[in-house]
């Protein structure tokens, strides 16, 4: 069975090598593990970075948005044949031991879609964080009918299946509650497993801003309205 | 006679009805556009030069004053082309995608493979 792990990547020089020298060599069950980044059109030093960690680097020329730049990874990942795709951000907020628990259930046939969620232990988050997201969860639930306990996390496992029948279109944020429309959509199975959540001053900053709730939602309705 | 306001009015729609004629005899819009474009500006000379057809037109719809019917469905028209110029600049936002996307995949047709490959025993 074949891995690949997507990691998204805009102006993340300070962490990435770190992150990326933190993924996993090896997983149970899996027979090999291909890492790619994708480089949404950083201005800093991040290419160079990944470079150093002797990684696949997918390059887009401008940046296009979170959710651009995993639809991109995907179809890298469809290229090399994987049968499971992990994507990963790459602000550190993640932690890596927790891929091996992510793909268990597709592993097993349980799930097509896994999600990583910060919410299902209690563990220290922010309270603005808290708030955010489960606006961003009911926001989710209202208008597209499915309910995540952590719709917007950025550590997600897809099947085979997955990556072929999921088609968002949102190139930003948004596309985050739009793969999980997608996916009931096409009546796949969605499991959710607790994952730990990793908050350092960087990856606050780095993160979805709290002001950037007004527009994702406001293009969330635009999405259905149009 | 003309007043100043219709004067000012008529120079004004004679100058955008030959911007319309000159952009489709570039074809960088169609035809199809450009008469849509000068109909809107004809009505627009008939209602400054006749005023009383807009009255009329008012009494049809219900409307008090002539000038507030064209208000009211120049608004209605306004707001119509900025729904579809933002459908427009969103379709031109994903086609821009697409080709970052398809650069970015063709360029790494032959990426160095990880180091990190390994096989399960």
Known sequence: MKVVIVVPAFNESRVILEVLKALPRRLKRVTSIDIVVID????????????????????????????AAIKTGLSWAKKQNADIVVTFDADGQHDSVDIQKLIKPIILRKADLVIGSRFLNRQQIPFDRLFLN??????????????CSDSQSGLRAFSKKAMNLIDFKADRMEF??????????????????????????????????????????????????? | ?????????????????????????????????????????????????????????????????????????????????VFRIYVMIEDIRREITFLIRQLALNSSTSPVKSPRKRSKK
């Open chain 1, 40 to 67: 949404d059109g950083s201005t800093d030093h991040t290419f160079g970075e990944a470079q150093k960690a002797g990684v696949n680097i997918v390059r887009h020329l401008l940046n296009r948005g979170l959710g």
């Open chain 1, 134 to 147: 489960w606006f961003a969860n009911l926001a989710t639930f209202i208008l597209y009918g499915v309910y």
């Open chain 2, 1 to 81: 006679m003309l007043t100043t306001i219709q004067i000012l009015l008529l120079i004004f729609i004679l100058f955008s009805v030959s911007r319309v004629i000159l952009r489709v005899k570039e074809k960088v819009i169609s035809t199809q556009a450009g008469f849509f474009w000068v109909l809107i500006w004809v009505a627009a000379i008939i209602g400054v030069v006749l005023p009383g057809t807009t009255t009329r037109l008012a009494s049809y719809f219900g409307v008090g004053r002539g000038v507030d019917v064209i208000v009211y469905l120049s608004l209605a028209l306004l707001f119509y082309l």
């Open chain 1, 176 to 226: 985050s509650s739009e793969i999980l429309l997608e996916a009931k959509r096409n009546n796949m199975k969605i499991s959710e497993v607790p994952i730990k959540a990793i908050y350092t001053d960087y990856s606050r900053l780095k993160g979805q801003k709290n002001l950037n709730a007004f527009p994702v939602f406001a293009r969330f309705l635009v999405k259905l309205l149009r």
